[in-house]
C-alpha cells in the first residue's frame, strides 16, 4: 500500500512539474509558474521515485531489472540527468515529455512487478557495462527528445512563425549546441559500454544477445557517423535531427525491445 501510495505521489509530482514547464512555454496571460518552482517539484518527484526503486530494485540477492523495473530505472537515470543539467542549462523543457514518460513508467512498475535479477555475485565488469549502458541510453534519450524539440522549432522558423511556444525555447544554434553535447557524451558511455559488453561475451547466439549486441553496434556507428559529419562537414538541421531520431530507434530496439522479446516472448531472462 505504501508503494503504491508513494508512486502515486511521484507521479503527481512529475506531471505536475511538467504542466508547469507546459505553461512556461504555452501560456501567454495569467499567472505563470517560475522555472525554480517547476524544478523543485520535480526533484520532489525525484526523491520519491529514488526511494521507491531502492526498496522494489535493489536487494541481497541483486538487482531486479525485469522489464518494468528496468524501465523505471531508466526512467529515473533520465529524469536524474535532465533536473541536475538543467540547474545550469535551460533543457528544463524536455520535462515536458520526458516527465510524464516517467510517471507511467512508475504506475507500469507499481503494477505489473516482474523478476529479472542481475545477482550480488555477477562480475564488476558486468556491473559495470550496465551502468555504462543505462547512462548512455539516458544521455540519448535526452538527445532524441532535444532532437524532437529542435525539428518543432526548425520547422516554426522555416515557415516564420516564430511566436508561440518557440519564442520560449533558447535561440537555434544554442539548441544544436546543447544536441551535440549530449550526443558525444552519450557517444562516449556507449563506447565503454560495448567495450565493457564485449569483455563478459562468449556466445552472443547462446546467450540470446545477437540482436541487441547488432543493433547497439548499428547505433553506435550512426552516432559515430553523426559527429563525423558535425566536426568535418558542419551538419545540422534536419540532416542532424533525423541521424539523433535514427540511432535512438535503433538503441530503444536494442535494449527494451530484444528484452521484450526475451521476457514476454521466450519467457527467458533478459
Not at 505521489?9 to 505563470?32: D, V
Not at 522549432?153 to 544554434?173: A, C, E, I, M, S
Request: one cysteine or more.
Amino acid at each position: 500500500m505504501t508503494h503504491t501510495l508513494l508512486a502515486y505521489l511521484a507521479t503527481l509530482c512529475y506531471l505536475t512539474a511538467a504542466a508547469f514547464i507546459g505553461m512556461r512555454l504555452f501560456r501567454k496571460e495569467g499567472w505563470i509558474p517560475p522555472r525554480s518552482i517547476a524544478l523543485a517539484i520535480g526533484f520532489v518527484g525525484l526523491a520519491l521515485h529514488s526511494w521507491l526503486l531502492w526498496h522494489s530494485i535493489f536487494s541481497s540477492a541483486g538487482i531486479n531489472l525485469g522489464f518494468y523495473h528496468a524501465l523505471a530505472l531508466t526512467s529515473w537515470t533520465i529524469i536524474a540527468l535532465l533536473l541536475v543539467s538543467s540547474l545550469n542549462k535551460p533543457v528544463d523543457n524536455l520535462g515536458l515529455i520526458l516527465l510524464p514518460a516517467a510517471a507511467l513508467s512508475l504506475i507500469l512498475e507499481t503494477h505489473f512487478a516482474d523478476v529479472g535479477f542481475l545477482r550480488a555475485s555477477a562480475s564488476w565488469t558486468l556491473k559495470i557495462h550496465v551502468l555504462l549502458s543505462m547512462l548512455a541510453y539516458s544521455l540519448l534519450t535526452l538527445a532524441a527528445v532535444q532532437a524532437i524539440l529542435l525539428a518543432v522549432q526548425d520547422h516554426h522558423l522555416r515557415h516564420r512563425h516564430p511566436g508561440g511556444f518557440v519564442r520560449t525555447l533558447p535561440p537555434l544554434q544554442t539548441m544544436e549546441s546543447l544536441l551535440f553535447e549530449m550526443i558525444s557524451a552519450g557517444f562516449v558511455l556507449l563506447t565503454l559500454a560495448l567495450l565493457s559488453g564485449f569483455a563478459f561475451l562468449e556466445n552472443m547466439f547462446a546467450q540470446h544477445l545477437v540482436h541487441k549486441t547488432v543493433l547497439s553496434v548499428l547505433a553506435w556507428l550512426v552516432f559515430g557517423g553523426l559527429l563525423i559529419g558535425r566536426f568535418r562537414k558542419g551538419w545540422r538541421g534536419r540532416t542532424a535531427i533525423v541521424w539523433t531520431l535514427g540511432g535512438f530507434v535503433m538503441l530503444i530496439l536494442a535494449y527494451f525491445g530484444s528484452k521484450a522479446v526475451l521476457q514476454f516472448v521466450l519467457e527467458r531472462s533478459a
